[in-house]
C-alpha cells in the first residue's frame, strides 16, 4: 500500500524555521520525484518546491533562498528545510509522488502531474 505522511509542522514565529519531512511507504522512493505543495484557507493549492528522482530541485520563487529540499533515499524520506519563515508561508503542507525524474516541459508545480498524496501537516507563522 502507497503511503505517503507529512510531519514537522507547528506554529513558528516569523524569522523562524521548521523542517518537514515526508516519509514514503509502499514504494521505493529512489524512482520517483517528489513535491511539495501547501493549500492557504480561501486560496488554490501551489507548488513550493521538487525534487526529482535525479536530484535535480525546483522552487516556487517565493520559497527560493529560504526553502530547500532534499532526500535520503536510503530511508525513503524527503525533507523541506524551511528558513525565514512569514506568515504568507501559513498553509498545510502535503507531499506528493510521481514516478520519473521531472523532465524539461514537465510542470512539477501542477497537482495533476503526481499520483500519490500525503494527508498534510500543518505550518503557522505567527508571532
Known amino acids: 500500500q502507497v503511503q505517503l505522511v507529512e510531519s514537522g509542522g507547528g506554529l513558528v514565529q516569523p524569522g523562524g524555521s521548521l523542517r518537514l519531512s515526508c516519509a514514503a511507504s509502499?514504494?521505493?522512493?529512489?524512482?520517483?520525484?517528489i513535491g511539495w505543495f501547501r493549500q492557504a484557507p480561501g486560496k488554490e493549492r501551489e507548488g513550493v518546491s521538487c525534487?526529482?528522482?535525479?536530484?535535480?530541485?525546483y522552487y516556487l520563487g517565493a520559497a527560493k533562498g529560504r526553502f530547500t529540499v532534499s532526500r535520503d533515499n536510503s530511508a525513503n524520506i524527503v525533507f523541506l528545510q524551511m528558513n525565514s519563515l512569514k506568515p504568507e508561508d501559513t498553509a498545510v503542507y502535503y507531499c506528493?509522488?510521481?514516478?520519473?525524474?521531472?523532465?524539461?516541459?514537465?510542470?512539477?508545480?501542477?497537482?495533476?502531474?503526481?499520483?500519490?498524496w500525503g494527508q498534510g501537516t500543518q505550518v503557522t507563522v505567527s508571532s
Open positions: 509502499g514504494f521505493t522512493l529512489d524512482d520517483y520525484s
Open positions: 525534487i526529482s528522482s535525479d536530484g535535480s530541485a
Open positions: 506528493a509522488a510521481r514516478i520519473g525524474r521531472i523532465k524539461y516541459g514537465t510542470r512539477w508545480d501542477e497537482s495533476r502531474e503526481y499520483d500519490y
